[in-house]
């Protein structure tokens, strides 16, 4: 019951941040060019801060008020979408139930030819589903995205904890 408050919490925070950040930071795109890198699967989803599920600092049994996971990135990472790939290069923080064998291969790092993508217009924001056929470590890519640009995605893996990020949609050059 702790871990779904906890969830729960976490979650709320997420929303508060979210919200706090459209308000002060407005992409350079406008909304039309937003529409339309979301309706041509041209874009680039550019990650600006993470907030992992669990965070080793902190005791997950217990439930600390107002405590906030979110860092900031100071590098780039980001999800190309195309009509025919999708390439992922995130950061992971998090629990992972398997290692890697190839310590380099760390991270959400892949190139899917083959997966499913939904689209769906809800209350003016853009609501992605991309599910990879190709991959055997993610199961999916959940990205919802604002009139303005501003984005959060939320990756669910077979092997690891989810794992949500902040930040903007870039039309692909």
């Not at 729960?8 to 002060?24: E, K, M």
């Not at 906030?68 to 998090?94: C, E, K, M, W």
């Not at 604002?146 to 984005?151: D, I, M, Q, R």
């Given at each position: 019951m702790k871990t779904i408050h906890?969830?729960?919490?976490?979650?709320?925070?997420?929303?508060?941040?979210?919200?706090?950040?459209?308000?002060?930071?407005?992409?350079?795109?406008?909304?039309?060019?937003?529409?339309?890198?979301?309706?041509?699967?041209?874009?680039?989803?550019?990650a600006s801060s993470v907030f992992?599920?669990?965070?080793?600092?902190?005791?997950?049994?217990?439930?600390?008020?107002?405590?906030?996971?979110?860092?900031?990135?100071?590098?780039?990472?980001?999800?190309?979408?195309?009509?025919?790939?999708?390439?992922?290069?995130?950061?992971?923080?998090?629990?992972?139930?398997?290692?890697?064998?190839?310590?380099?291969?760390?991270?959400i790092k892949f190139t899917s030819?083959?997966?499913?993508?939904?689209?769906?217009?809800?209350?003016?924001?853009?609501?992605?589903?991309?599910?990879?056929?190709?991959?055997?470590?993610?199961?999916?890519?959940?990205?919802?995205?604002?009139?303005?640009?501003?984005?959060?995605?939320?990756?669910?893996?077979?092997?690891?904890?989810?794992?949500?990020?902040?930040?903007?949609?870039?039309?692909?050059?």
């Amino acid at each position: 019951m702790k871990t779904i408050h906890h969830s729960l919490l976490i979650w709320l925070s997420a929303i508060s941040i979210l919200s706090s950040c459209t308000s002060q930071k407005q992409t350079a795109g406008t909304s039309a060019a937003v529409a339309e890198a979301i309706t041509t699967q041209q874009y680039t989803f550019v990650a600006s801060s993470v907030f992992p599920t669990e965070d080793s600092r902190f005791n997950p049994r217990v439930l600390i008020p107002n405590a906030s996971n979110l860092y900031q990135l100071t590098s780039r990472y980001d999800v190309r979408i195309t009509p025919d790939s999708v390439i992922a290069y995130l950061p992971f923080f998090g629990r992972s139930y398997t290692a890697p064998i190839d310590p380099a291969k760390g991270g959400i790092k892949f190139t899917s030819t083959k997966f499913e993508y939904k689209k769906t217009l809800r209350k003016n924001n853009y609501e992605i589903e991309i599910t990879p056929k190709d991959n055997n470590e993610v199961r999916s890519l959940y990205l919802t995205v604002t009139p303005s640009g501003f984005a959060s995605l939320r990756v669910t893996n077979l092997n690891r904890t989810p794992i949500s990020f902040n930040g903007d949609i870039e039309a692909n050059k």
